[in-house]
């Protein structure tokens, strides 16, 4: 069974208050179906982005089902995750933009051959239920008197992606003005927008589907001229002790035989 660090099993219970293109990819490898779960008593850590929890947990319990592997989960942002994969205290790394795997296989981190691209992740502006400030276009998250909730840009992937849409959009100093707080984790920006704190945040689309922000916001999408559309990868890191389980770990998420799970979460996944 899973083990979720303390830090997330916070965040899931603040949701639950709250309310409740792509590059190639490997061939997939379906779960064992061997009765005598092939890796039976065998153990890695994956570190994720706290964004992909939903999927990830679905995920990771039907591997476990099948396999007999347990699989213990370290959710993040992408910036605190690379720390665990630097301090070799996970097995598999999943950031929430290719950006951080590309700085893991510049430094030798993860094994370049292991890394499979799972969905696309893609930006998109998140209102309060009735869109209370009339959130339009990107340029009105620097109209005067607007309150935002942002990603951290030292934290998150949604943090940095953030900052570059608004740079590139001439519009980021006026942004600036308007934060009234900046989040270490995409999962806090829905919290923000489902309680009505905040008149909009940027997150990613596929939170949209979740069941805590379900009548509590709206979608105003970014221009794709606009908009930083990412691609969520997976990678084996070169510290594992277990090869063997951590590649077939990481090749069923990036499979088949997962795309319909990340269909279900909202994620659009890459072409199998």
């Given at each position: 069974?899973?083990?979720?660090?303390?830090?997330?099993?916070?965040?899931?219970?603040?949701?639950?208050?709250?309310?409740?293109?792509?590059?190639?990819?490997?061939?997939?490898?379906?779960?064992s179906e061997n009765p005598e779960k092939a890796f039976e008593g065998r153990q890695v850590t994956v570190c994720a982005g706290a964004g992909l929890i939903k999927p990830m947990n679905e995920l990771i319990e039907n591997f476990e089902k099948e396999t007999g592997a347990d699989i213990e989960i370290r959710y993040g942002g992408s910036a605190e995750i690379f720390g665990f994969l630097t301090s070799k205290e996970c097995d598999i790394f999943i950031p929430g933009d290719y950006y951080y795997t590309e700085q893991?296989?510049?430094?030798?981190?993860?094994?370049?051959?292991?890394?499979?691209?799972?969905?696309?992740?893609?930006?998109?502006?998140?209102?309060?239920?009735?869109?209370?400030?009339?959130?339009?276009?990107?340029?009105?998250?620097?109209?005067?008197?607007?309150?935002?909730?942002?990603?951290?840009?030292?934290?998150?992937?949604?943090?940095?992606?953030?900052?570059?849409?608004?740079?590139?959009?001439?519009?980021?100093?006026?942004?600036?003005?308007?934060?009234?707080?900046?989040?270490?984790?995409?999962?806090?920006?829905?919290?923000?927008?489902?309680?009505?704190?905040?008149?909009?945040?940027?997150?990613?689309?596929?939170?949209?589907?979740?069941?805590?922000?379900?009548?509590?916001?709206?979608?105003?999408?970014?221009?794709?001229?606009?908009?930083?559309?990412?691609?969520?990868?997976?990678?084996?890191?070169?510290?594992?002790?277990?090869?063997?389980?951590?590649?077939?770990?990481?090749?069923?998420?990036?499979?088949?035989?997962?795309?319909?799970?990340?269909?279900?979460?909202?994620?659009?996944?890459?072409?199998?």
């Open positions: 069974m899973k083990k979720v660090c303390a830090f997330i099993i916070i965040i899931v219970l603040a949701l639950s208050l709250a309310g409740s293109g792509c590059a190639e990819k490997g061939a997939s490898t379906p779960v893991a296989m510049d430094r030798n981190y993860v094994f370049n051959e292991s890394v499979e691209n799972l969905t696309l992740h893609i930006p998109v502006i998140a209102v309060p239920a009735g869109n209370p400030a009339n959130i339009s276009r990107l340029e009105d998250l620097a109209g005067p008197g607007v309150k935002l909730a942002l990603g951290d840009p030292n934290g998150p992937a949604i943090g940095k992606v953030s900052e570059v849409i608004c740079t590139q959009a001439g519009i980021l100093s006026a942004v600036e003005k308007n934060i009234i707080v900046k989040t270490a984790t995409v999962n806090q920006l829905l919290i923000y927008i489902a309680s009505g704190e905040v008149d909009a945040a940027i997150i990613w689309e596929d939170m949209t589907s979740w069941g805590e922000a379900s009548g509590k916001l709206e979608i105003v999408s970014i221009p794709e001229e606009q908009n930083k559309i990412k691609t969520i990868p997976t990678a084996v890191s070169i510290y594992t002790e277990d090869r063997e389980l951590a590649e077939a770990f990481n090749t069923y998420i990036a499979g088949k035989e997962a795309k319909e799970t990340w269909k279900k979460w909202g994620f659009e996944p890459c072409d199998a």
